[in-house]
């Protein structure tokens, strides 16, 4: 009943910056998290930032300071700013959802972040 479409992924050069976006559609009003997991080959999903209704934030320790996660005004669509971005957040990035009546999470198809130089 939630579907989920994350973009935003591509190639950048150490120290750059990419833009990430999440759009929810189908039955967003009983969404109550939204979060960024990303996953390396041959490792576990870790999850990266995550933002309630209320707009309450959290981040990994890797990634504080350097990454943003914010909502739009109709709270069906979030955004990760990744500044400084570094060798090891090579990874490919799934926008994730939790239905707060259900507790059944969902998952968008991932976008993949590489960066190189």
């Known amino acids: 009943q939630v579907q989920l479409v994350d973009s935003g992924g591509g190639l950048v050069q150490p120290g750059g910056s990419l833009r990430l976006s999440c759009a929810a559609s189908?039955?967003?009003?009983?969404?109550?998290?939204m979060d960024w997991y990303r996953q390396a080959p041959g490792k576990q999903r870790e999850l990266v930032a995550a933002?309630?209704?209320?707009?309450?934030?959290n981040y990994a320790d890797s990634v504080k300071g350097r990454f943003t996660i914010s909502r739009d005004d109709a709270k069906n669509t979030i955004h990760l700013q990744m500044n400084s971005l570094k060798p090891e957040d090579t990874a490919v990035y799934y926008c994730h959802a939790q239905d707060y009546i259900s507790l059944r999470g969902y998952w968008g198809q991932g976008t993949q972040v590489t960066v190189s130089s």
């Open positions: 933002v309630t209704r209320a707009g309450n934030t």
């Open positions: 189908g039955s967003t009003f009983r969404i109550n998290a």
